[in-house]
């Protein structure tokens, strides 16, 4: 069993940052395949940036590849999604998840756990 904590979001201008951190809790978090998600008003629930259980690989969506980064740090237990360059369509909900598994391309209803997803604003 595996639970996720997101926190960081905010309110931010267009052009700036913002850090998501995703806290897991149980012994195996570093056997999981991490992923971010996130989901706008009104919109289907979209892939953001994944991460390999190591850390050594990692796969993102076209409309964040060279904004967003994904990391993790498994003696702490935690995800990190930090997004540069924020755009007004960054605004959504944003949710961790986890999976047990090999490959980074996972749609979200093979994702085993989800947190409980924290709000990015972007104004423009």
């Known amino acids: 069993q595996v639970q996720l904590v997101e926190s960081g979001g905010g309110l931010v201008q267009a052009g700036g940052s913002l850090r998501l951190s995703c806290a897991a809790s149980?012994?195996?978090?570093?056997?999981?395949?991490m992923g971010w998600f996130r989901q706008a008003p009104g919109k289907e629930r979209e892939f953001v940036a994944a991460?390999?259980?190591?850390?050594?690989?990692?796969y993102y969506a076209d409309s964040v590849k060279g904004r967003f980064t994904i990391s993790r740090d498994n003696a702490k237990n935690t995800v990190y999604l930090q997004m540069n360059s924020l755009k007004p369509e960054d605004t959504a909900v944003y949710y961790c998840?986890?999976?047990?598994?090999?490959?980074?391309?996972?749609?979200?209803?093979?994702?085993?756990?989800w947190g409980q997803g924290t709000q990015v604003t972007v104004s423009s």
């Open positions: 149980g012994r195996t978090f570093s056997s999981y395949a």
């Open positions: 998840a986890a999976y047990y598994g090999l490959g980074l391309t996972r749609p979200a209803y093979e994702y085993d756990y």
């Open positions: 991460i390999s259980w190591s850390g050594g690989s990692t």
